[in-house]
């Protein structure tokens, strides 16, 4: 059971390039969000997908956009990277059961912006 | 707004002893639910433990049980018998009765020595 997967792990890019972060899961779950971990800021909400067909703002979703493609995936782009979107990105995603839902995380993206 | 504070960047502790980890939230929410995730240096996010809030009894899953002071809204881990594997970052997490949303505590870092 793969639950969560991100690629790519690792990903390098020049300052204002643009990539396309990939998220999918196998948990029928209908929620997923976006983080970015920075150090000692803990876990940061970028974009969040209540359920297919939404998407919606978190804390920092400033130079990001995200797709929620189908109920598995949910992509997170940089259009324009910035050394200060140098972190490490996680995908989770829940199953909302009415009024609390338990989040499942990937293994995470680290990605440096030079 | 609900914030979630963990007063203690670094910790550590011998194998076999017992540590606490401790977290502190904010909140004007009376249903609400708590979380403690781990995160060792693979990256991967693990959740360990979760607390309803409308719940008495503390948490316990194995090793790992909560002391959770609703009043003083307090949400603490303890970890006994510590294992050289319980070497990892400790993240605590609030989540709203009715929100998809969980705001992260900026985490401790536990290190168990030999």
């Known amino acids: 059971n793969a639950g969560v997967t991100q690629n790519p792990k690792f990903q390098v890019l020049k300052t204002g390039q643009s990539m396309t972060l990939q998220c999918a899961q196998d948990m029928n779950h209908n929620s997923m969000y976006w983080y970015r971990q920075d150090p000692g800021m803990g876990l940061r909400l970028i974009y969040y997908?209540?359920?297919?067909?939404?998407?919606d703002k978190g804390e920092v979703p400033n130079g990001y956009n995200v797709s929620r493609l189908n109920k598995r995936e949910f992509s997170l782009r940089l259009e324009s990277a910035a050394p200060s979107q140098t972190s490490v990105y996680f995908c989770a995603s829940s199953q909302w059961t009415g009024w609390w839902n338990i989040q499942y995380f990937g293994a995470g993206t680290r990605l440096s912006v030079l | 707004a609900q914030t979630v504070t963990q007063s203690q960047p670094e910790m550590s502790v011998q194998e076999a002893e017992t540590v606490t980890l401790s977290c502190t939230y904010d909140t004007s929410e009376n249903n609400y639910y708590l979380f403690w995730y781990k995160q060792p240096p693979s990256r991967q996010m693990i959740l360990v433990i979760r607390?309803?809030?409308?719940?008495?009894q503390n948490a316990t899953e194995n090793r790992f049980s909560v002391n959770f002071q609703k009043a003083a809204k307090s949400f603490s881990l303890k970890i006994s018998d510590s294992q050289l594997g319980d070497t990892a970052m400790y993240f605590c997490?609030?989540?709203?009765?009715?929100?998809?949303?969980?705001?992260f505590g900026t985490g401790t870092r536990l290190k168990v020595l030999a």
């Open positions: 997490a609030f989540g709203g009765s009715g929100t998809y949303k969980y705001i």
């Open positions: 607390q309803e809030a409308y719940k008495q």
């Open positions: 997908s209540a359920s297919e067909g939404t998407t």
